[in-house]
């Protein structure tokens, strides 16, 4: 049976899409090259040779199913889909191999004798003739349950990463007319079979409990970007912060690749599939095909293989380890993933904990490497921190301070910083803390104002309690002197100086638990007024500060700008308008109180205002008005 006879082709396999008719190369083409790595060091199969294997073509190939060290596996070819990874170039073709060895068949799995197939994380696997040409790396599975058929992204086309765009589908159908000359055994094996692009295995650091925080962090941050949204679509495995792991990359070894890294870790574990000098191929298809990206590089050590007995999800490598970063990958493309060691990429995000009395409780740090990520990045290292420190399921109140350094394509720098209040006692203060800072790295990395780069990105995290602590405004009290007395009802004389204060109802965990005092304010009475006044406390809702004056921000050239709180400092013009929209977020424990009276002088009357703010011992809500007279 030759090659001929197995050619499966693209008008058969791929529903809806036409057939493709191959030209051949024009006289005097330039020959493929015939070493992967330019200095020669590793030899790789040209197209026109895999056009002509067939199933008397066998293979080897390296991957890691424990530790750090490759182990060989075996297998056969079995067949080929035309143009499955893209049409430019000439074409190139899925190539189908039928593996042994290394868990994914029965005979070479552990005591369960569970066969794995081909396992998420054995992707970028680098598969050779057998006189040590490189073919290309094991990239696709035909199902999740556990069939030993692999298919290969050939060399040639990882070669030219960075250089052109492979478009086609992630799930192929084999359909059984396509397989025409094959065994019957073959054809039954992969006749309505799917070609998959094998996952990624995602891990993120911070112990079980991080994979859903990761998520969720995600899910809350803006995704501006496809790779934001690729991590989106993602589970999140657990595996420890980077830390040790020595050994360099090596052909067959596992290679894992974060957005962010340090205590912050998030990222992708698969293998390696060639190395020419300092530049690194892995993977065999796209992380999340962003074309030129950065990712960091690490080493990582694999628990072991874990194989999927129920045939749903798929088997997967559950990683044990991840190294320091020693590299950064700058293409991502359908082909596979591509990278300089060596070259270090980032920018720092770093987490102070403390506790009420401020004494230091922890700190993370962490880089975030791909820029698109910066506001999980930004959003997640406080998210983990409470997480990490609160010995319980995530309740508590906290207060958060912030710190975004940014630089400008002129080479201008700046900074924002900006402050919030948070009490949950639904269990995600976690999730809460992430929103504003997440939303305000997004705002300054993704506006079209400006050509703005984080530079870094610190915060501090006022661990206040564990528990949810509220204030809602419960009454009013004004001092007559010698006491407080209630504001609500009594009679001030005109023209004297009248101190106020808020009274607020406290809940913790939302069960109330007393009432406190919160600072006096002082309003002096107009001598002309009379009669009815009113004092009222409410959360602030957007304007007002400590000494009353507005949270508007006036400009050098006169502008004042009030910022839209809904909308992260929507409707700026300018990026200087932005920064300052962004840099009046309403604290949570603000409140505003307007004292108003009438007054009536011979034959003119009116209403007179005061304002002035007020600062809550914790997050605030609701209103409370308090009525009382004037006399002269």
């Known amino acids: 049976m030759n090659r001929t006879s197995l050619r499966l082709l693209a008008g058969a396999v791929l529903a809806g899409v036409a057939a493709t008719t191959l030209v051949a190369p024009a006289a005097g083409a330039a020959p493929e090259p015939a070493a992967f790595c330019s200095d020669g060091t590793q030899p790789m199969v040209p197209k026109a040779e895999t056009e002509a294997f067939d199933d008397s073509t066998t293979v080897r190939g390296l991957t890691v199913v424990k530790g750090t060290t490759p182990v060989e596996f075996t297998g056969t070819f079995v067949g080929a889909i035309d143009n499955a990874l893209g049409t430019s170039e000439g074409g190139t073709d899925m190539l189908l191999f039928s593996l042994r060895g290394a868990g994914i068949d029965r005979a070479s799995t552990a005591t369960d004798g569970t066969p794995a197939g081909i396992w998420a994380g054995m992707s970028g696997s680098p598969v050779y003739l057998p006189d040590g040409r490189l073919i290309g790396a094991v990239a ?150 962003a074309g030129p990206t950065s990712l960091s590089i690490h080493n990582a050590s694999a628990a072991l293989v874990m194989p999927d007995s129920t045939g749903l999800i798929g088997s997967y490598k559950q990683v044990g380890k991840v190294g320091q ?218 304007a007002g500060g400590d000494e009353g004056e507005d949270e508007c921000i006036k400009l050098d050239d006169g502008q004042v700008i009030c910022p839209d709180f809904d909308s992260e400092g929507g409707g700026a013009r300018t990026f200087e308008d932005l920064v300052a929209g962004l840099d009046g977020l309403v604290r949570a424990d603000r409140a505003d109180v307007a004292a108003q009276w009438k007054w009536k002088l011979r034959k003119s009357k009116g209403v007179s205002q005061r304002r002035a703010g007020v600062v809550a011992p914790g997050r605030i809500s609701g209103s409370y008005a308090a009525t009382f007279r004037v006399r002269r």
């Open 140 to 289: 696709y599975g035909l199902s999740p349950d556990n069939v030993p058929i692999a298919g290969i992204t050939p060399a040639y086309a990882m070669k030219r990463l960075g250089a052109d765009k492979l478009r086609a589908p992630a799930k192929l159908t084999i359909k059984r007319s396509a397989l025409q000359g094959a065994s019957a055994r073959t054809a039954a094996t992969l006749a309505g079979q799917s070609a998959r692009q094998l996952k990624a295995v995602r891990v993120v650091s911070g112990g079980a409990a991080a994979n859903d925080l990761a998520n969720r962090t995600l899910a809350r941050v803006p995704a501006v970007s496809a790779s934001a949204r690729s991590a989106r679509a993602g589970g999140f495995g657990a595996v420890a912060a980077p830390s040790g792991l020595d050994q360099p990359l090596v052909p067959g070894g596992n290679i894992a690749v974060g957005y962010t890294t340090g205590d912050l870790f998030a990222g992708g574990v698969g293998t390696v599939t060639a190395i020419c000098g300092s530049t690194v191929w892995a993977f065999g298809h796209p992380l999340d095909f």
């Open 325 to 542: 970063q020693i590299g950064t990958i700058t293409t991502d493309g359908y082909a596979g993933i591509k990278g300089q060691v060596g070259l270090i990429r980032g920018f720092p995000v770093v987490t102070h904990v403390r506790n009420a009395r401020g004494a230091a409780l922890a700190t993370y740090r962490g880089t975030v490497v791909d820029p698109a990520m910066a506001a999980f990045g930004a959003g997640y290292g406080p998210a983990f921190a409470v997480q990490d420190v609160l010995d319980n399921l995530g309740i508590g109140t906290a207060k958060l301070s912030w710190r975004i350094d940014y630089r400008l394509s002129n080479g201008r720098t700046g900074s924002l910083s900006n402050s919030q209040i948070y009490a949950d006692a639904g269990g995600e203060l976690a999730d809460v803390v992430a929103s504003d800072i997440a939303g305000d790295v997004s705002a300054i990395a993704s506006t079209d104002l400006a050509d703005a780069t984080i530079t870094g990105v610190s915060s501090t995290m006022t661990l206040i309690s564990n528990a949810a602590i509220d204030h809602r405004f419960a009454s009013a009290q004004r001092w007559t002197g010698k006491k407080w007395v209630t504001l609500r009802g009594s009679s001030v004389k005109a023209g004297r100086t009248m101190k106020v204060r808020p009274v607020y109802r406290q809940y913790v965990n939302g069960r109330r638990k007393g009432t406190s005092a919160g600072p006096a304010k002082a309003f002096k009475i107009g001598k002309n007024a009379k009669g009815r006044a009113s004092v009222t406390f409410s959360a602030r809702a957007g």
